[in-house]
Structure formats: structure tokens, C-alpha cells
């Protein structure tokens, strides 16, 4: 049993006592005091913009029903997260990182290196990838070949090599879409949204041309170079980590399409509204059953060894995955979290709360 995990068995104790340990239950009795002045006060979180409304909520709920400090959620995208959170074990470091995608091999072999042996995570529900334009804006109804193909950088010119992107407006890639400017507002590339985004729209949509798929399975590095690099002409614009920035982005200009996880579509329902894809609407049901096809899996990942020094973080933990929160009826769904089914939910609260952690390289 290493150290850090001997520190949490009395918290676990506690927490087992109280059922499910749900925040809801966190009366300030049952909560194990702060530990000593000189240790963190405050949980750290960096990370994924599409996570942090989540987590942010959870802090917010966390704070107001225990006798913890509310964490500190920081928006850095899913890869910058990765890098602070893999920078040190400590008390001032980050406990936990937000991700719209898994943790890559790179980022493990950098947390090893770090010497962050024990890392715990969870896969807590899923999101949609929506694009959206404000309402007063045309309607799209765009299929993932058609993205590829407004948004590519290179495309295959028929006779076995590549040509710069020529098209210029959404009516250039197919007379029925709109007769407007090509222009997607879209996350950087530090951002989990646009990997994800990228890996399961554009790759999808690269691999209907022939040349495309045979490269696929030739190189397959060499195919994602080619489907993911998206043009630099103006076409797609960089709008920061924050998805909020994305919506004022759309409210000034109907034409423009966001790419944006569909939490921040559900929230601004009032503005902007969703393109179809593939004759699909982007709708929790639809997103929950598997028939909106651009969906992802959202994780955090929590730093175990910094569990005794900073106070709360299996406390965090346990509220996080507590069914009034991650459940269907919990207060994360109102936030347009596609809650996991209920046997996997329980899957991952066990292993949450033990702390059980994935291997890492040289581990």
C-alpha cells in the first residue's frame, strides 16, 4: 500500500459511513478537519474549458457544503493542463486537470518523469461537439465529408497529389448549403475540443475520398497529418480556450460557425442555435443514444500523491461523483452533462474512491 493511499483510509472510512458519501449528505459533521496551517488551503484545477462549467459547478457546491475553501478551477485548455498539472507533485501545484480526451502517452511519460506516480482517473459523462451560428443566421445542415472538405488544408486533386484548399464560400463545397463565407470559429490547438473535433469529424469525413482511406491504412500517421491540418487563410479562426468567447464571436457575425461542446450550446439556446450533422440535431437524446456521431468522453484526472497536502481532494472527489451530481436527475445534467448509465457510473465512483490509478510509463 503505498504512502499517499495509507493518508486517505480514515477519509475513506468516513465517507463509506455515510452511504455514498454525496455532497448532499456533507453536513460539516462528518468531514474530517483541514489539516495543519502550512499546507495548501485550496484544491487547484486547470484544464479543459469544456469541463471547467462542470467542475466549476462542483466547486462552487462543494464549497458552500463542507468546511473546505472552494476550489480554484483555471481554464488552460485540456493540453496546457496537462503540462502544469505534470510539472511537480506538491501543495501548490495543481491536484487535478480537466480533459475532453484521454490522457496521451506523452503527457503520462511527462508526469512520470515528474516523478507523479499514483494518477487516478475518471471518466465522469460525455459531450457533444456542436457547430452553431446565432440564430438570426442561416441553417446548416453539414455532413462530416463536407467539413473536411471547407475546412482541409490540403485536398486530394484527382490525379494522385494535393492542391490548396480553393473553396472560399459554404456554397463552393455544395450548391444546397448556404451562400456564405467559409468561416468556423474554433478552439487552438492546445485545446481537447479541437483533437477531439478534429479526430472525429475531419478524420471521418477525410477517410470517404479514396486516396484518403487508402493512406489511412498505408500510413496512418501520414493520414492524420493530412486530415487534421486545418487551413490558415482565414477560414477557420482561433478564438482562445474560453467557448464563451466563441459564443460573442457568433453573436457578432450570423455567418460565422463555432465549434463548442454542446454544454455551452444548451446554455445559450436563446442565441445561437445548432447545425445539423449528417441530418442529425445535436440533442441530449440524441447525443446519450449514440446518433449524433461527434460526441467525446470527459475525464479529470486527480494527482493522488498530493492527497495529504491538500485538504479535500478525496472529499472533491467523492461530491463530484455523487449521483446528485453526475446522476441523470443531478445537478451537472441541467448544466448539459450526458450522464454515463448507471453501471458504469457505480464502475467509476468505486475506483474513484479508491484512488485506483492508471499506469504510467517507467511506473
Known amino acids: 500500500m503505498s504512502g499517499s493511499l495509507r493518508c486517505l483510509l480514515p477519509l475513506l472510512f468516513v465517507l ?52 473546505f475553501d472552494t476550489p480554484v478551477v483555471e481554464i488552460t485548455g485540456t493540453g496546457g493542463g496537462f503540462q502544469t498539472f505534470c510539472r511537480a507533485i506538491g501543495p501548490d501545484e495543481p491536484s487535478i486537470v480537466n480533459a475532453s480526451r484521454p490522457v496521451t502517452v506523452s503527457e503520462q511519460a511527462a508526469c512520470a518523469r515528474a516523478g507523479l506516480t499514483d494518477l487516478v482517473e475518471v471518466l465522469f459523462g460525455f459531450d457533444g461537439i456542436v457547430l452553431a451560428n446565432a440564430r438570426p443566421g442561416p441553417d446548416f445542415d453539414l455532413s462530416k465529408r463536407e467539413l473536411f472538405i471547407a475546412l482541409a488544408d490540403q485536398l486530394p486533386d484527382g490525379a ?23 468561416r468556423v470559429s474554433g478552439p487552438p490547438p492546445t485545446s481537447g475540443t479541437r483533437d477531439a473535433f478534429t479526430q472525429i469529424a475531419l478524420e471521418t469525413g477525410a477517410a470517404t475520398f479514396p486516396e484518403l482511406e487508402a493512406l489511412r491504412i498505408a500510413d496512418f500517421d501520414a493520414f492524420r497529418r493530412r486530415a487534421s491540418t486545418i487551413r490558415t487563410d482565414g477560414a477557420w479562426i482561433d478564438s482562445g480556450e ?122
Open 16 to 67: 463509506s459511513a455515510c452511504g455514498d458519501g454525496g455532497l448532499s449528505r456533507f453536513d460539516g459533521q462528518d468531514v474530517p478537519p483541514p489539516p495543519p496551517i502550512g499546507q495548501a488551503e485550496r484544491i487547484k484545477i486547470v484544464g479543459s474549458s469544456t469541463v471547467a462549467p462542470f467542475s466549476t459547478t462542483v466547486a462552487e457546491h462543494f464549497g458552500a457544503a463542507t468546511q
Open 160 to 182: 494522385g497529389g494535393w492542391t490548396a484548399n480553393p473553396h472560399r464560400r459554404w456554397s463552393d463545397v455544395d450548391e444546397r448549403l448556404p451562400d456564405v463565407p467559409i
Open 242 to 363: 474560453n467557448d464563451s468567447a466563441i459564443i460573442q464571436t457568433l453573436i457578432k457575425d450570423p455567418d460565422v460557425l463555432g465549434v463548442l461542446g454542446f454544454s455551452f450550446l444548451d446554455q445559450n439556446l436563446d442565441r445561437v442555435k445548432a447545425a445539423r450533422i449528417d441530418g442529425v440535431d445535436p440533442s441530449f437524446e440524441n447525443i446519450a443514444n449514440g446518433e449524433y456521431k461527434i460526441s467525446r468522453s470527459l475525464y479529470f484526472y486527480v494527482k493522488a500523491q498530493n492527497a495529504s497536502l491538500v485538504p479535500g481532494l478525496r472529499a472533491y472527489v467523492a461530491a463530484f461523483t455523487d449521483e446528485d451530481a453526475w446522476g441523470p436527475e443531478g445537478y451537472l445534467a441541467k448544466k448539459g452533462l450526458i450522464p454515463l448509465p448507471e453501471t458504469e457510473r457505480a464502475r467509476v465512483r468505486r475506483a474513484a474512491l479508491e484512488f485506483e490509478t492508471v499506469p504510467l510509463p517507467g511506473g
